[in-house]
């Protein structure tokens, strides 16, 4: 089976813009999540979807969103980007809901300038 | 917030020495996870303990879990070079509305020298 991919792997945006991270969930899960890691606040849960629809969300504003089509296959969005936005931002998939083993893409580090 | 706190920050050991990491955590949990991840990349799962269960082991891998003290740890065995890595603890909390998704600590950055 192939892994969770994420895209794009490398991104660089400008303070104010907004940006679009894709992943690709293993064949067959259902269950994404969506975590953002900083050096200074470590691996900080966004979101994570089920079938479609949320089923949790973290504490971040509003400026970040996320969904999920019907092939699983899951978008976040962060609109008017800060500089401390600056993050690789993972991606996990699971079978079932996000309380077992969980598989981790290779991220997507964003760099705003 | 975090529920899992890591401990020591950082271990440097020599090769084939053994590695333990510790990790406590605050509120109930349905389970306890252990991650690996390797510099900038993603995070590699390695073993799963349920909140009913004392230890289990996965190949060079030892994991506790001891409820009354909400603590875990993770022993390492025979470290070689290629165990250089941060290892997180994650913990699935328990709650009325259901479990919750991944909570995971600050990690614990493990150097192996040759």
């Known amino acids: 089976k192939a892994g969770v991919t994420q895209t794009p792997r490398y991104l660089i945006k400008t303070r104010g813009q907004q940006v679009t991270l894709s992943c690709s969930p293993i064949?067959?899960?259902?269950?994404v999540s969506w975590y953002q890691q900083t050096p200074g606040q470590g691996l900080q849960f966004l979101f994570e979807?089920?079938?479609?629809?949320?089923?949790n969300k973290g504490n971040f504003p509003g400026r970040f969103s996320g969904r999920q089509f019907s092939n699983s296959r899951s978008e976040m969005n962060v609109s008017t980007l800060e500089l401390g936005d600056s993050a690789l931002y993972l991606c996990?998939?699971?079978?079932?809901?996000?309380?077992?083993?969980?598989?981790f893409g290779q991220g997507t580090r964003l760099t705003v300038v | 917030s975090q529920q899992g706190e890591e401990d020591p920050q950082a271990l440097s050991i020599q090769e084939g020495e053994n590695a333990t990491m510790n990790c406590s955590y605050k509120?109930?949990?349905?389970?306890l996870q252990w991650y690996r991840q390797n510099s900038g990349r993603g995070l590699v799962h390695l073993i799963l303990?349920?909140?009913?269960?004392r230890e289990k082991h996965s190949g060079r891998l030892r994991v506790t879990l001891d409820t009354s003290k909400k603590s875990s740890s993770l022993l390492i065995t025979a470290s070689r070079a290629a165990d250089t890595a941060s290892y997180f603890c994650a913990t699935v909390l328990t709650r009325n509305s259901g479990n919750t998704p991944l909570v995971f600590g600050k990690g614990t950055r493990l150097s192996v020298i040759a």
């Open positions: 509120t109930s949990i349905n389970n």
């Open positions: 064949s067959g899960h259902r269950s």
């Open positions: 996990a998939s699971s079978s079932r809901v996000m309380n077992t083993e969980a598989f």
């Open positions: 303990i349920r909140s009913n269960e």
């Open positions: 979807y089920f079938s479609e629809t949320q089923r």
